[in-house]
């Protein structure tokens, strides 16, 4: 059971928690110099909304929670059954 366990941490290295951790401090040491980075340059919208402090960084946020939405809908229909390429009976070999 410990060797299949294993083997599962060496197909998809990016589930194991050390890695979830790492990646998870890294995107919030962005986010969080990103926003230090707007506090310091000082700029003018100009379009109102745009010179909003932080505007960038909800608008990468936004724009990113949109993309991760629309993959997920489209994987629903684009999917297919885990079953799919297993041998069906009748299947030429």
Same mark, same amino acid.
């Given at each position: 059971?410990?060797?299949?366990?294993?083997?599962?941490?060496?197909?998809?290295?990016?589930?194991?928690?050390?890695?979830?951790?790492?990646?998870?401090? =890294? #995107?919030?040491?962005?986010?969080?110099?990103?926003?230090?980075? @707007? %506090?310091? *340059?000082?700029?003018?919208?100009?379009?109102?909304?745009?010179?909003?402090?932080?505007?960038?960084?909800?608008?990468?946020?936004?724009?990113?929670?949109?993309?991760?939405? =629309? #993959?997920?809908?489209?994987?629903?229909?684009?999917?297919?059954? @885990? %079953?799919? *390429?297993?041998?069906?009976?009748?299947?030429?070999?």
């Amino acid at each position: 059971m410990a060797r299949m366990a294993e083997n599962d941490n060496r197909r998809r290295p990016l589930l194991r928690p050390i890695v979830v951790r790492t990646l998870a401090a =890294v #995107a919030l040491v962005a986010m969080a110099v990103s926003l230090i980075v @707007d %506090a310091a *340059y000082g700029h003018v919208g100009h379009f109102g909304l745009d010179g909003m402090f932080g505007f960038y960084a909800l608008l990468g946020l936004a724009s990113g929670l949109v993309i991760i939405g =629309v #993959a997920k809908g489209l994987g629903v229909p684009l999917s297919r059954p @885990d %079953a799919y *390429y297993d041998d069906k009976p009748g299947a030429p070999e």
